[in-house]
């Protein structure tokens, strides 16, 4: 399997790139940056014979379809204001795609493309970090065990957020977030309440913050099950319509992010 991270070099995309040496079934992992120095700082800290390095301009159409070409799944953690630029390549090429997410008017533009990626054998899922990603699959796991919603307070609640957008952390992380969503519903007779959250704290063992931890692990994690055929619908969608929630979760709490559920019945007052 052969994976591509675009920004890889960056404060998120590293991140990711680490999480995806890991993974013993990953061959193979391109750390894709316009800062090819940083990239080949990333990749020697590394230290994984499953790194190369390329420099990249995603706004370079000839170069970019040139790098995606062959490859299994890009995984775009550069600026939200290139996805199209990255999207419309990958549909090209017909290589699985990913990001971490962008303003709503970009996912919009994102979306009309949903047809051409179908067309080319595609998943493209907008948005799989933190929030938009874990806090998009935690409502969905919520909505399910409901027949009728009739309230989601989403996507978040955060403590506190240190989100380091440089490449290296210079002082110990102190952070921590905590990604909920609460929704009310029916289920059956029965007004409840589902509350599901999960505690991010700094991950002492990479000596990242928690912001860090749970935006650039959860595009790894997608990324494999890109790559494994276990998410298996196309098009362009957000994380919550394709990716299966078990084996995601399971794949957190590798990195001791826990989802935590609280349900409570509520009164005909409380649903008023």
């Not at 591509?4 to 995309?13: H, N, P, Q, R, T």
């Not at 051409?116 to 998009?136: C, F, L, M, Q």
């Not at 506190?160 to 952390?169: G, I, K």
């Not at 997608?222 to 994380?239: D, Q």
Request: hydrophobic share 40%; with cysteine; glycine share 8%.
């Amino acid at each position: 399997m052969h994976i591509i991270v675009l920004g890889g070099a960056g404060g998120m995309g590293r991140i990711t790139v680490r999480a995806l040496t890991e993974y013993e079934d990953i061959d193979q992992i391109t750390i894709a940056d316009y800062n090819e120095e940083r990239a080949r700082e990333v990749a020697s800290s590394l230290q994984s014979s499953k790194l190369t390095v390329r420099q990249i301009d995603v706004t370079n159409e000839e170069q970019l379809r040139t790098l995606l070409r062959g490859s299994d799944v890009v995984l775009n953690a550069v600026d939200y204001t290139f996805n199209l630029y990255v999207l419309r390549a990958c549909i090209q090429e017909k290589v699985h795609y990913a990001d971490l997410g962008g303003l709503f008017h970009m996912t919009r533009k994102m979306i009309e493309l949903d047809k051409e990626a179908t067309e080319a054998g595609i998943t493209a899922i907008a948005g799989i970090g933190g929030t938009p990603g874990i806090t998009n699959l935690l409502a969905r796991a919520s909505i399910d065990k409901l027949e009728r919603v009739e309230s989601k307070v989403s996507p978040r609640e955060v403590l506190v957020s240190l989100l380091d957008r440089f490449p290296v952390e210079a002082v110990e992380p102190q952070d921590c977030d905590v990604l909920r969503v609460v929704t009310t519903g029916q289920s059956g007779d029965r007004q409840l309440e589902i509350i599901k959250q999960v505690k991010v704290l700094p991950y002492r063992r990479w000596g990242i913050s928690a912001g860090a931890l749970d935006t650039g692990t959860p595009l790894a994690i997608a990324g494999r099950m890109l790559a494994r055929s276990e998410i298996t619908r196309h098009g362009v969608c957000g994380p919550e319509l394709c990716i299966p929630l078990e084996p995601f979760f399971a794949e957190l709490a590798r990195y001791d992010m826990h989802v935590q559920t609280q349900e409570q019945r509520l009164s005909r007052a409380e649903t008023t």
